[in-house]
């Protein structure tokens, strides 16, 4: 398969075996040595802090995406360490949440399907958080990441308007999200979504400015800001 390293994902991972990934987590890992950076910091990677399913918490090196957004491909050291480390493979199934560079983002989850892509989080409530998956547009050239982080390789919500973005709901003790869908469907599904903040609902309702599908961050953050009046 065709390993693709996009500067989002997001979205997106890719295949090896789970056991690959099973057998490098039976082995004993050094934190303080596994961590280390190379002295030239041109040869940086960032380190990711990767939640399993289990209940493990992982120190890693994210280092590509799958094109089927079904997982991630990571090193326990930094790739371009002597010897090189081998690579483990892990599914969006067997992940709960990955930090990476002070942003948080988790497998997108929709009742009765498989987890896949990581969404970033850009909201966290009171009342509902706010999850994104964001893609380049039709034309738009997809830089390859380089060491020293210079170009992610997971969305980092830098918005511009060269990306489209799948923007995804989350109730407080939810366990899976649910997606808002773009065009006509757009205005109803929001506006009964949030109905029990009715003005703002009727605004979407009647598609006024600035409260359409682009405009979601703002209006879940007006959303979420009613909470603490």
Not at 8 to 24: D, F, W
Not at 167 to 180: A, C, D, N, S
Request: charged share 15%; proline share 9%.
């Amino acid at each position: 398969m065709r390993i693709s390293t996009p500067v989002l994902l997001i979205a997106v991972l890719l295949s090896t075996t789970i056991g690959s990934a099973t057998a490098q987590h039976m082995e004993v890992r050094n934190l303080a040595t596994d961590t280390l950076q190379p002295a030239s910091a041109k040869y940086h990677f960032p380190i990711s802090q990767l939640g399993t399913a289990g209940g493990q918490t992982l120190y890693v090196f994210i280092t590509s995406v799958s094109e089927r957004g079904n997982g991630v491909e990571f090193t326990y050291r930094n790739p371009l360490s002597m010897p090189r480390p081998k690579p483990v493979f892990i599914t969006c199934e067997q992940m709960q949440w990955v930090r990476l560079s002070g942003r948080y983002y988790e497998p997108v989850r929709l009742p009765g399907k498989e987890a896949h892509n990581l969404a970033l989080r850009l909201q966290t409530g009171p009342r509902v958080e706010l999850f994104d998956v964001a893609t380049p547009k039709k034309g738009v050239p997809i830089p390859l990441p380089v060491p020293g982080g210079i170009v992610p390789i997971i969305w980092t919500g830098s918005f511009s308007n060269k990306y489209n973005h799948a923007w995804y709901l989350r109730r407080p003790g939810e366990k899976t999200m649910v997606q808002i869908p773009d065009g006509k469907k757009f205005a109803p599904f929001l506006a009964a979504y949030l109905g029990d903040a009715p003005a703002l609902a009727a605004a979407i309702l009647s598609k006024a400015d600035q409260h359409g599908y682009d405009d979601v961050p703002s209006l879940l953050a007006t959303y979420n800001a009613g909470a603490q009046r």
